[in-house]
């Protein structure tokens, strides 16, 4: 398994967990829809996620919650490009959150260091324009169906081992369009046409995913999943975020994708002072072990 992240800026060391702040910019995200809607505000927000210590920032403009409708490209890339054009003066690795070709390849273009793609390339030309950026990093993401209609009825023989081939024949996709394997991490995509038990499920053998050997990044930030079992409204899922990226970087993850940066932070230092007073060595061994 790689121990690093490689990105068109940056190499991104993965010996300890890495923090990536989500970026929405867009009205309607399930959880901070309109908050960061305009520029000046996303911009702002971008500062303060560094300041709280994210390793990396994820830029969104289409709000990929259940039920939501995609925004036209004009609208997507007025979203997203005058917030990635800062970004990319903040010194950190920029990740953008799209699935639309014209938009990655713009924003790679523009010096964007990562694509987050929660349809993992699969969209026309999307592979070609990574394969085209010879050094940017890309997350390929696992989703049943698509945000419209995904959370109606999802059907899984055996969860793990649907997300696994699924993210499998994405990588072999990747690598026989060019892409190198160090530039790749994957991502099982909780709450994307999952149920509950889905989803546990997909968490309880997460280290199965191990064996794709790709970093793995997991957003669990204020998902409904959380809200379902401890009963809380997304405002008040800041615990339950912070536990599940615990248990998920316990069961192997790489990266966390959050939303509340600096309580995540903490508590990921406080757990490796804690469990691994190893250090570094002692992470990536943790991360390695599929026992
Ligand atoms: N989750 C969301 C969006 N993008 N990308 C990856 N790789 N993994 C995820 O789990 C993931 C993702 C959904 O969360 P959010 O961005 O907060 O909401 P919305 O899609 O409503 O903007």
């Keep these: 398994m790689n121990a690093f992240w ?28 309109g908050r960061h809607a305009d520029a000046a505000a996303a911009m702002r927000h971008c500062e303060r996620l560094l300041a ?25 890339r007025a979203r997203v490009l005058p917030v990635l054009r800062h970004a990319l003066t903040l010194g950190v690795p920029v990740s953008v959150d799209t699935s639309r070709p014209e938009l990655m390849h713009e924003a790679l273009d523009l010096g ?22 010879p050094a940017a990093g890309v997350c390929l993401m696992h989703m049943q169906g698509e945000p419209g209609t995904m959370q109606t009825a999802p059907v899984y023989a055996d969860v793990v081992a649907e997300v696994a081939a699924f993210l499998a024949s994405r990588i072999a996709a990747a690598r026989a369009a060019g892409i190198d394997a160090w530039r790749i991490v994957v991502d099982p995509g909780y709450g994307f046409g999952k149920t509950l038990e889905h989803n546990l499920e997909l968490a309880r053998r997460q280290r199965e995913l191990l064996q794709l050997d790709c970093p793995l990044l997991v957003g669990w930030s204020r998902k ?10 997304v405002g008040e899922r800041l615990p339950a975020s912070v536990a599940a990226a615990l248990a998920a970087v316990a069961a192997g993850a790489a990266i966390v994708r959050v939303h509340d940066v600096a309580a995540t932070v903490d508590a990921l230092r406080v757990w490796r002072a804690l469990i691994l007073p190893g250090g570094t060595t002692s992470f990536i061994q943790s991360r390695n072990s599929t026992g």
Excluded: Y
């Design 224 to 233: 409904s999943a959380l809200g379902a079992i401890t009963g809380r409204e």
């Design 6 to 33: 490689q990105t068109a800026r940056h190499r991104i060391a993965l010996a300890e967990p890495r923090v990536m702040g989500i970026v929405n910019i867009t009205p309607d995200s399930f959880s901070d829809g």
């Design 52 to 76: 709280e210590g994210a390793h990396v920032l994820d830029i969104g403009g289409e709000s990929t919650r259940p039920g939501a409708q995609a925004p036209g490209l004009e609208e997507e």
């Design 112 to 133: 964007a260091d990562i694509v987050n793609d929660v349809r993992a390339l699969q969209r026309p030309g999307a592979l070609q324009v990574l394969a085209a950026h």
